[in-house]
């Protein structure tokens, strides 16, 4: 029953995971391709809301499949 739990609590997270990558390739190659720094000053900025929170998700994932295995 454990290892079910983790498994898809690490799915779901995976899942979210991918739904913020989406979201930020969206948002910068799509929406800031015309501003000045073009996407790789979106991509690159270590201070916003999603890019800490991909990173926070995946921290969380990679510490859950550590104590499952």
């Keep these: 029953k454990v290892m079910i ?3 898809a609590i690490m799915f779901f997270i995976a899942t979210f995971h991918l739904a913020i ?3 930020r390739l969206l948002q910068g190659f ?3 391709r015309l ?3 073009g ?3 979106f991509l690159t900025n270590l ?3 999603h890019f800490i929170l991909k990173y926070l ?3 969380t994932q ?3 499949g550590s104590a499952a295995a």
Excluded: H, M, N, R
Aim: charged fraction near 20%; avoid cysteine; aromatic fraction near 16%.
């Design 57 to 59: 998700l995946f921290g």
């Design 35 to 37: 501003d000045p720094s």
């Design 5 to 7: 739990s983790i498994s």
């Design 62 to 64: 990679q510490t859950l």
């Design 30 to 32: 799509a929406d800031e």
């Design 21 to 23: 990558d989406y979201y």
């Design 47 to 49: 201070k916003a809301w």
């Design 39 to 41: 996407p790789v000053a």
